[in-house]
Every structure is written in structure tokens, then in C-alpha cells.
T-cell receptor, first 116, second 110 residues
């Protein structure tokens, strides 16, 4: 099956700094990538959707200037949390649609962000 | 937008018994319904999915049923094993956006 990787798996940073999370497709070319965040014991909340070479579409209530998404290639998407604050601490998960798999959506392993 | 409700929120079963999780959705235009299993500290793993032109699908011990008229779909796990313990999420998709249920924490007692 399709494999999606994320890096780093865990990150701890100081308040006010920026953190970049990478999401890679390892065995397919993703037509669409999604970024989710998940708080403890809660469901997944979609933050934004992106297609290669175009600007991301953000969900209502998600600040596009705070959560920068770059989808530079069919195999790489990055999420940068700018000027992070403790309330940004969460589990961030990317997801990708593999066109060859008939638009099945696969998820990465997630990145645990802790902002001190 | 789409609203997905999932029940129960927690489910405890004896090893070897069956587990059933039910979901309802609101948007009749949704046409794809995946189920994900999430273990602690990990990303969701697709375990089975069903499309709107199919009423039932089975993969070994896992099966999913879909009733489009009633707008509900269910996950059935038979012969449960301790490794089935996890949080399970149903989802419904319209266009490219997945809407998730709140999740069901399944505990399989040995």
C-alpha cells in the first residue's frame, strides 16, 4: 500500500519560534495533500488542503499566516507553524490522496508538537 | 457541511466476540466512506473503505455495510483479538474533503 512519512515525529520548541514539519509520499505521487491537527482524545480536524504548485485552501478559523503550507512537488508538502505558542501544541498529521489508488486517502504517522 | 456521528464512544468486548461501530452522515452527496484505526501516538491507518455504489464489503475479519437511503454505515469486527484494541474513526467524503466521526475507543479484554 501507499506510504506516507512525516518528519520530525516529535518536536519541542520555545514559544515564539517557528517549526517546520515535512510530509513525503514514498511510493506514489500525491495529487492532493491535507493537513490535520488532533488534540488529545479528540477527532481529526482538517486545517488545509493543497495541490502541487498552487496555494493551499484553509478551513474556516485556521490562520493562513500562522500555518504556512508549501506543496512544492508531488511528493513533498511542508507545514510551518510560525511564532508558535503553547496553544499550538498538538498532534499534526498529513494525509495524501494517491491518484493511482483511486483517490484513497492515506495518513502519515503524525508529528507531536510541544511548545513550551 | 457534512456532519458525521459515531456511536458508541467506547466499546469493551471479550476476546473472540464481535464489535460493531455505527456512523450516520448528513450529506447525501457523500460517496466514499473509509474507516481508520488509530493506535496511541500514531497516525490513522486505513482498514477498510466502501463507496456509495456498494452495500457491503468484507476483508477477513472486518466488514463494512452502507445504507445510503438511511445515510448510515457500520463497521463489524469479528473474532476480536487484543491487537484490535485502538481508536476507530469513521469518515464520509464529499468531493475531496473527509469529515470524521468523534471516534470509538475499542478495548478487547483477554
Amino acid at each position: 500500500g501507499a506510504v506516507v512519512s512525516q518528519h520530525p515525529s516529535r518536536v519541542i520548541c520555545k514559544s515564539g519560534t517557528s517549526v517546520k514539519i515535512e510530509c513525503r509520499s514514498l511510493d506514489f505521487q500525491a495529487t492532493t495533500m491535507f493537513w490535520y491537527r488532533q488534540f488529545p482524545k479528540q477527532s481529526l480536524m482538517l486545517m488545509a488542503t493543497s495541490n502541487e504548485g498552487s496555494k493551499a485552501t484553509y478551513e474556516q478559523g485556521v490562520e493562513k499566516d500562522k500555518f504556512l503550507i508549501n506543496h512544492a512537488s508531488l511528493t513533498l508538502s511542508t507545514l510551518t507553524v510560525t511564532s508558535a505558542h503553547p496553544e499550538d501544541s498538538s498532534f499534526y498529521i498529513c494525509s495524501e490522496t494517491a491518484s493511482r489508488a483511486g483517490d484513497t486517502q492515506y495518513f502519515g504517522p503524525g508529528t507531536r508538537l510541544t511548545v513550551l | 457541511g457534512e456532519n458525521v456521528e459515531q456511536h458508541p464512544s467506547t466499546l469493551s468486548v471479550q476476546e473472540g466476540d464481535s464489535a460493531v461501530i455505527k456512523c450516520t452522515y448528513s450529506d447525501s452527496a457523500s460517496n466514499y466512506f473509509p474507516w481508520y484505526k488509530q493506535e496511541l501516538g500514531k497516525g490513522p491507518q486505513l482498514i477498510i473503505d466502501i463507496r456509495s455504489n456498494v452495500g457491503e464489503k468484507k476483508d477477513q475479519r472486518i466488514a463494512v455495510t452502507l445504507n445510503k437511503t438511511a445515510k448510515h454505515f457500520s463497521l463489524h469486527i469479528t473474532e476480536t483479538q487484543p491487537e484490535d484494541s485502538a481508536v476507530y474513526f469513521c469518515a464520509a467524503r464529499r468531493d475531496y474533503k473527509l469529515s470524521f466521526g468523534a471516534g470509538t475507543t475499542v478495548t478487547v479484554r483477554a
